[in-house]
RNA sequence: GGGCCCAUAGCUUAGUUUGGCUGGAGCACCCGGCUGAUAACCGGGAGGUCGUCGGUUCAAAUCCGACUGGGCCCA
């Protein structure tokens, strides 16, 4: 790696640290290789979940990678062949021919038509290929590590051939069948859409509310109605039917203009008819088989039709307690009709318009038919009462148009055959939350209804059956059998698409006649939990898929509960009698610093390019494992800033000292593992121990969350106290075993924090391992991500670990003496009196306790066991505890310290002004100073020190006033009369570094 | 309307499983110190009704219930 040739002293930004890894990756191949099969090495089986190739990559999608690329390194770090490191894209349906619609500026399926499906199919193919590389570029600058050379595609041939081959193994097995179901469809998409799609698109909305008189046949008597209740009028001309419940209570009340009313005796209240004249009780029962007159007859008659019917789904908890049945627009309408052997009325077009089969709105959009019918039943005396009712209503996800419940064809996965199995597997799956297992994912499995399979739309994998004029049904599960069908070899550029396989004759399997293909498309969510297998071109192609083996692991957010998570589950259940992964891993949404869902259209969605280029991507990865990212979790600049940045340069800090030392002549560290005799070595070799173990165990678990504590820990230990108190022997001139141990130490515990950290941060951890390794240890890995994970360098020592938190504890309770004797920290003071003995449990640290004790609290010596009885208030600063004094410090310095004292001030001051004047550390000067005789005379005391301290070549004293000058310093504040001029002279030949 | 999850200082969080010492950190803030890591380091301070209300208990951030707010899912 190109050296970071800092100009001076100048830190390296993480920004450059980034830029140089990345071109040292690119350089060496480093990817290629870190991804390289591994034959014959244990299997960890992974499968990237295909994110819907439109539109840019959003903060959602940032969580997750970083997630799977962290389990992804440590599992590679383990030797493990990852089965598959293919990047992956879903790249059919809806949200992809939605966004061509946009951009061809077409607006209904007849306008894609008259473009032409080639034409279109072929917008979808560019968008979705497009999409794909924004996400390449958002994972490259989060360092995601994935195989996007050999990416799969949902829409290659190849891909689909194996969906294909999925069908007809469910089509074989009878799970596989169509239907004429009322389901959610979206008039403007034309097509039918799943219970997961739908559950994107609820929300609060305001619809009419209208209760509607059903005038009841009857030869004679005052009119009678039935009182109906709903928030559709458009669903009033295909009314057949009126639903009661057999065991409900029923009251006929008189009305104002002598007409009687029908209604639940529960709903009196709701209608202000609690104190109206009661006519007549009965029960539902008695109601069933009464005629009613239609509010529109345009459905015209039939056998059963506009009677009362009993079905056990009706409340009286809304509405009236008689239910407006119209067999075409709900799912309990169609059952109840059914049962009634009514039939159907249904007068929408594709499109949600009215035909001419109701003249008063032929044309109008179903929604825009409530007031023009209202107002027609009000004319004709039937609208009893309306209103506005606020309620949750359905909006298509992708365009956001009303949805509407209507009876269409469509194929069926039919998974309420599989719940036990469903269950039961899910049994087997470890989740992380662990709630979510029998929680929100079991629940839904067991409700879970048949899944719609077939869209009526253009850009999917076309629904490979074909339907004779006989009926029967022919599933094709591969390309070979497609040209078996059509009796003559597929051309070479197939295309498994609607344009390529809708112009093939295919002939009937069972009779040889004719056939037609069901003209659907396939769900895309079906396509996206094939890819285990489909991405392997499985079973055409064998080897790297097992069918009895789950995947290892998986990573999505928590919004794929019913998505990809539960059609992954159905598919492995459903072909294969397995569950589909062993372990799961959850994030929630990311929100923004608010709290707030972050959303485009709010304009508050962070843009993860634009907060990559502010932070980095390494300062990112970190926050979003140190939050509790199972949570919903704020992300901001801020956030970023002051839990990722700030971990980061905590440990650039540690490392740029080593560095720094190592290269201004230090020895570096030569990489065998550290064999050092102190205690202070031996306790942060033992401190990076139990890290490792910690970091290794959390990982392993497949939750990296309860690392993120003992490295932040280790990483301020190292720079709070092992640093801080190991620096001087860093800067020890000669060769000595202890500068030796405090370079191996530090060196081994920053490589293998290099090799530790590397799945959290790739970038950094990269930087760190090369130049740990420059330090002179030429045998580095070409990359931290083809290593090993680290092995143990050194023993644990509990009792140590604990012993130097006691001593630690102690150090902090010297420091407030300290600052209480009011004596500058840099003075030396004589001794540190203690009224105990040492404490027997920092017997692990031996003799280095009273030292390391000293040398913090700057005094000369340690005294246990002495008289309190001497600690006169005059001359001692007094910790007590509980009025029992323990521990006293003098109040002031010895002439001989205090002396000492003024040169160690002269010294920083002159450090400084060093500093100040641009000197780099290596430049020599000469130093000429004018300072007072007691400072004079402790220089010349320490002349040694002094010159070696500020690599001094001549050093001269001036006598009376220094004359201004380039380089003249002053010091005339805190009684000092101080000046020194420093001149900078070029580097003697030979001399330190 | 139903289900699951979450709520600790301005921010990120430890502690909640198994109730028990004055609820710990870090960042930011204020005061002071240090100065061969310097956008670093050290000491002190201020800042918490542990979302709200109620219950169990000698004792509740922790267990139970209700509510509020947030998120996801279902209808």
Redesign the pocket.
């Known amino acids: 790696m190109a050296a970071p040739e800092g100009s001076g002293?100048r830190?390296i930004t993480l920004r450059e640290i980034e830029a140089q890894v990345s071109q040292y990756w690119e350089a060496t191949r480093v990817l290629p290789r870190a991804l390289a099969d591994r034959p014959g090495a244990p299997i960890f089986r992974f499968t990237e979940g295909p994110p819907t190739a439109n539109g840019a990559p959003h903060m959602g999608h940032v969580v997750q990678r970083i997630l799977k690329d962290l389990q992804l390194r440590y599992r590679r770090a383990n030797g493990y062949r990852i089965l598959s490191s293919m990047a992956g894209w879903d790249c059919h349906g809806l949200p992809v021919e939605l966004q061509v619609e946009k951009q061809l500026g077409v607006k209904s399926k007849l306008e894609i038509e008259r473009y032409g499906i080639d034409r279109f199919s072929e917008a979808c193919r560019t968008e979705a290929t497009t999409a794909a590389g924004l996400f390449v570029e958002m994972s490259r600058r989060i360092g995601f590590w994935l195989d996007y050379d050999h990416a799969y595609f949902t829409l290659q041939p190849t891909y689909i051939e194996s969906v294909w081959w999925s069908l007809k193994t469910l089509f074989d097995r009878q799970l596989l069948e169509k239907g004429h179901y009322v389901l959610p469809y979206c008039p403007r998409c034309e097509t039918p859409l799943s219970?997961?799609e739908?559950?994107?698109g609820?929300r609060e909305t305001s619809d009419p509310s209208v209760t509607v008189r059903f005038p009841l046949v009857r030869p004679d008597g005052p009119r009678r109605s039935l009182l109906v209740w709903t928030t559709t009028p458009w669903t009033l001309p295909a009314n057949l039917l009126v639903a009661v419940r057999s065991d409900l209570a029923y009251v006929t009340v008189a009305g104002p203009d002598g007409e009687e009313l029908v209604l639940a005796g529960e709903a009196l209240e709701r209608y202000g008819l609690t104190h109206a004249r009661v006519v007549e009780r009965c029960r539902g029962s008695d109601l069933v088989g009464r005629e009613y007159r239609p509010p529109f007859d345009f459905a015209g008659p039939g056998p059963g039709r506009y009677r009362v019917v009993a079905d056990d789904s009706v409340t009286a908890t809304d509405g009236t307690g008689l239910v407006h049945t119209s067999p075409s627009f709900g799912p309990e309408d169609q059952r109840i009709g059914a049962a009634a052997g009514v039939g159907s009325f249904d007068p929408l077009d594709s499109r949600g318009r009215f035909t001419d089969r109701v003249p008063p709105v032929q044309g109008k959009f179903f929604k825009a038919a409530d007031p023009i019918l209202t107002r027609d039943l009000e004319s004709r005396g039937l609208l009893y009462a309306s209103g506005t009712i606020r309620h949750?209503y359905p909006f298509c996800w992708r365009c956001d148009t009303p949805l509407l419940y209507r009876a269409v064809d469509s194929w069926f996965l039919r998974t309420r055959r599989l719940t036990d199995r469903l269950v039961a597997y899910n049994r087997r799956v470890e989740w992380i939350p662990a709630?979510?297992r029998d929680?929100?994912f079991g629940?839904?499995l067991t409700?879970a209804?048949d899944w719609a399979l077939s869209r009526n739309r253009y850009w999917g994998t076309p629904l490979p059956l074909w339907v004779c004029p006989q009926g029967h049904t022919t599933c094709i599960g591969s390309f070979a059998e497609l040209a078996e069908r059509i009796g003559e070899p597929l051309p070479a550029d197939f295309d498994p698409h609607r344009v390529g396989v809708d112009r093939l004759r295919v002939r009937c399997a069972t009779c040889q006649d004719v056939t037609r293909r069901e003209p659907y498309t396939l769900d895309t969510w079906y396509d996206s939990g094939c890819a285990p297998f489909a991405q392997y071109h499985y079973p055409f192609e064998s080897g790297r898929f097992d069918p009895n083996e789950p995947l290892d692991f998986i990573c999505e957010g928590?919004?794929q509960?019913?998505g990809w998570f539960y059609t992954l589950h159905v598919l492995a259940t459903a072909l294969f009698d397995r569950p589909a992964y062993r372990r799961v891993l959850v994030n929630?949404?990311v929100?923004d610093e608010n709290?707030?869902?972050m959303s485009k259209s709010k304009g508050n969605a962070v843009d993860p390019l634009e907060l990559l280029g502010e932070v980095g991507g390494d300062a990112l990865r970190w926050t979003f494992v140190?939050?509790?990212f199972t949570?919903?979790?704020?992300i901001s600049p801020?956030?970023v800033q002051?839990?990722g940045v700030?971990f980061l340069?905590?440990l650039l800090?540690?490392a740029?000292?080593y560095l720094?030392n190592s290269r201004a002549g230090g020895p570096g560290w030569d990489g065998r593992p550290p064999h050092p005799t102190g205690a202070l070595d031996r306790w942060i070799l033992s401190r990076w121990e139990t890290t490792r173990e910690a970091v290794g165990r959390a990982l392993e678990s497949g939750d990296p969350?309860p690392a993120i504590?003992p490295i932040t820990g280790l990483v301020d230990d190292l720079?709070?106290w092992y640093?801080?108190r190991s620096?001087p022997r860093f800067?020890a001139e000669e060769a000595s075993a202890d500068r030796t141990d405090a370079f191996a130490t530090l060196g081994a515990i920053l490589d293998g924090l290099a090799h530790l950290l590397a799945p959290f941060l790739p970038f950094t951890t990269e930087w760190l391992h090369q130049e740990v390794a420059r330090t002179g240890w030429k045998s580095a890995e070409t990359s931290v991500h083809l290593a090993a994970w680290p092995v143990a360098v050194a023993a644990r020592s509990p009792e140590l670990e604990t012993a130097m938190e006691r001593l630690r504890a102690e150090v902090?309770q010297g420091?407030?003496l300290r600052?209480r004797a009011e004596v500058?920290?840099?003075i030396p003071l004589a001794e540190l009196a203690y009224a105990s003995e040492r404490p027997a449990d920092w017997a692990p640290l031996g003799a280095e306790a009273d030292r390391l004790l000293a040398e913090e609290l700057n005094v000369r010596a340690i005294r246990w066991g002495a008289a309190p009885a001497d600690w006169s208030e005059s001359e001692w600063v007094v910790r007590r505890d509980r009025d029992r004094p323990v521990a006293a410090l003098p109040r002031r310095p010895t002439p001989e310290l205090a002396q000492e004292g003024l040169l160690?001030e002269l010294l920083?001051r002159l450090?400084?002004a060093r500093k100040a004047a641009g000197l780099d550390?290596t430049d020599r000067i000469d130093l000429t100073l004018a300072v007072d005789r007691a400072t004079r005379e402790a220089v010349e005391r320490a002349r040694d020190r002094l010159i070696a301290?500020l690599l001094v070549g001549r050093l001269e004293f001036h006598d009376g006033p220094l004359p201004d000058g380039p380089g003249v310093q002053r010091w005339t504040e805190e009684g000092f009369d101080w000046a020194a001029r420093l001149v900078r002279v070029a580097p003697a030949p030979g001399s330190r570094p």
């Open positions: 002293s830190p219970s997961h739908v559950a994107q609820y949750t709630h979510l929680g929100r629940n839904f409700e209804k928590l919004d509960t019913r929630g949404m929100l709290g707030r869902k140190a939050v509790d949570e919903p979790m704020r801020a956030i002051s839990t700030r340069r905590t800090n540690v740029a000292f720094q969350r504590a720079s709070t640093l801080r620096r800067w902090e420091r407030v600052q500058k920290a840099r160690r920083r450090q400084q550390y301290d």
